[in-house]
């Protein structure tokens, strides 16, 4: 996964949902700041499955201290492209632990439906909750039950620089979903890059992510829906906010 996306991942448009994660979370960075009285240069925040470090882009020029996790070396090679003086961790989430500790995490893009079993996004929970000071604030998004069911299509996106074409299907079994996306990218002259990849995904009932949180240790947890559409039992994308 995100071998061969990751050097066309932000051409390819997959890089603007941080902007809109962002504008989700920063009113509940600002809550925390003056709660806890942390001024914002000092606001620790690290981003997991950061892929190409676009939300740490943003972070970063909006004055917090920032840094970024990832499996995938190829989208961590672009993040270090984009924020040469930001710290990455190459790490897998279901098993990292990290000597620094930091008041938030965030998580976006529905990254932690790419966790395919409970137990390992237990484990995720867990290692998230490690990584956070005493009040930190684990801030996610992730695909639910009823998104996910929506993968179940082709369609086919042409813009000027390229043409996708993503595939998917849903198992409604086992609540895994799959999107193979083929693109032309187009690059010098007449020339197009031509690239394959696939992602696959599970998707939790709200009740299990809930449950999955306080048994990792966190205390309060807000969940609402993302683009507030429809309510939360409902809804395509749960934002999360759980306290430490
Ligand atoms: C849909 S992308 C989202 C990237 C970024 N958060 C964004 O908003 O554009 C999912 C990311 O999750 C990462 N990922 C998937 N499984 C992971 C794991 N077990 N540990 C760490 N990163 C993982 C992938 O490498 C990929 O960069």
Redesign the pocket.
């Known amino acids: ?2 071998s061969s996306l ?1 050097k066309y ?1 932000d051409k390819l448009g ?2 603007e ?2 902007k809109a ?1 962002l504008l989700k979370a920063l009113p509940f960075f600002k809550k925390y700041m003056q709660n806890h009285r942390v001024p914002k240069p000092y606001l620790k925040i690290i ?6 470090g ?2 740490c882009r943003l972070l970063n020029k909006n004055g917090f201290k920032s840094c970024g ?4 070396r190829d ?1 961590l090679i672009i993040a270090r492209q984009k924020n040469p003086k930001l710290k990455f961790y190459n ?4 098993t ?1 632990s990290l000597k620094p500790k930091f008041h938030i995490a965030t ?5 932690l439906n ?2 395919m079993k409970g137990d390992e996004l237990l484990a ?1 929970f867990k290692n998230v909750y490690r990584c956070l000071y005493k009040n930190g604030l684990f801030v996610f998004d992730m695909n639910t039950i009823t998104g996910l069911r929506n993968w179940s299509i082709q369609f086919v996106n042409s813009r000027k620089d390229y043409l996708i074409i993503r595939n998917g299907g849903y198992d409604d079994g086992n609540h895994k979903a799959y999107m193979f996306i083929e693109a032309f990218v187009k690059s010098k002259g007449k020339c197009y890059n031509r690239l394959y990849d696939v ?1 696959y995904q599970k998707g939790y009932p709200n009740s299990t992510v809930r449950r999955l949180l306080k048994k990792a240790g966190f205390l309060k947890i807000t969940m609402s829906s993302f683009h507030q559409e429809k309510p939360v039992a409902q809804c395509g994308r749960i934002f999360v906010v759980a306290h430490k």
């Open positions: 996964m995100y990751a991942y997959f890089n949902f941080a994660f981003d997991l499955a950061c892929g190409t676009e939300l996790l990832d499996i995938s989208m790490k897998d989430l279901r990292f998580c976006s893009f529905d990254s790419h966790i995720t992602f």
